[in-house]
């Protein structure tokens, strides 16, 4: 149905019912006021309180517009080109993975068991993607060093630009994690953190389209014969290039993550903390250098 004129009362209702066919009733809903909210400025109950307000033709044309997006499944921070993530605003775009409230708790728990620490730590995100996970814990230890990774020059730009927007000085690199080549050249950390790619296609049959249609590939896939290598050329990097004491944490798969902590005992990390997240699944993953 296309959007041509109206109300905003009339728009909300509009698209909530056009979107019901493709997203849960709530989820359809809570799409459409943050489309509202980008656009107009107005919170969900602004919009109900001025339901009667005209829409403007460059509002008309961004919803018509949207909806489309949307119907084809596209998610809705790459539609405003924003994501929120451990209170910070983020740029995104399709080179980049949405952040997630499961990363949230990851980064969480690096923040609680570091807060004592000193402020001359040294701490490397691999994978870095839109920079999240390296600039809220920048945010959080100003004094330390950050740096971050990742195989997409896209993502290396988007992150950086994020970075420098948010006043958090970071040293980006473009790098392949699974070339050994490239491991040498880099210091000692106290922490490495990553989320790496981990989903294998028998996965992929089970996910929403809003992820396997739109978000980058080379973020999310790994082949089913091999579902750890990230891990295990992450952990073989750790092992040379974390201090002795120094925390490797990961996010991973709930079907493996078990075999990532095997991984870890393998590799001779001690203090393993396998943790569940807010939905109760088994997906993050501690392991301390000795």
Known sequence: ????????????????????????????????????????????????????????????????QSLKRLKNH????????????YGLEFDVDPS????????????????????????????LDIGTGSGCIAIALKKNFPEAEVRAIDISGEAIMLASENAE????????EEMDILDPNSHARFPEFNIIVSNPPYVTPSD?????KNV?????????????????IF????????MEHLVNGGHLYFECNESNAFEVVELLKKCGFKDIELRQDMRGKERMVLGVRC
């Open 212 to 228: 396997t249609k739109h978000e980058p590939p080379l973020a999310l896939f790994v082949e089913e014969k091999d579902p750890l």
């Open 204 to 208: 992929r049959k089970k996910m929403q």
């Open 231 to 238: 891990y295990r050329e992450i952990i073989v990097f750790s």
């Open 1 to 64: 149905m296309d959007i041509r004129t109206g109300k905003l009362g009339e728009l909300q209702a509009l698209m909530e019912n056009e979107l019901e066919d493709i997203y849960p009733e709530e989820e359809a809903k809570a799409i459409v006021r943050g489309l509202i909210l980008h656009k107009t400025g107005k919170t969900a109950v602004e919009s109900i309180l001025e339901k009667d307000r005209e829409l403007t033709e460059s509002e008309i044309l961004f919803f018509q």
């Open 74 to 85: 596209e998610p809705l921070q790459y539609i405003t080109g924003l994501a929120h993530f």
């Open 165 to 172: 927007r948010l006043k958090t000085p970071i040293i980006f």
């Open 96 to 123: 980049v993975l949405i952040p997630r409230p499961e990363t949230e708790e990851l980064l969480d728990w690096i923040i609680k068991d570091h807060v004592k620490a000193g402020s001359h730590m040294k701490i």
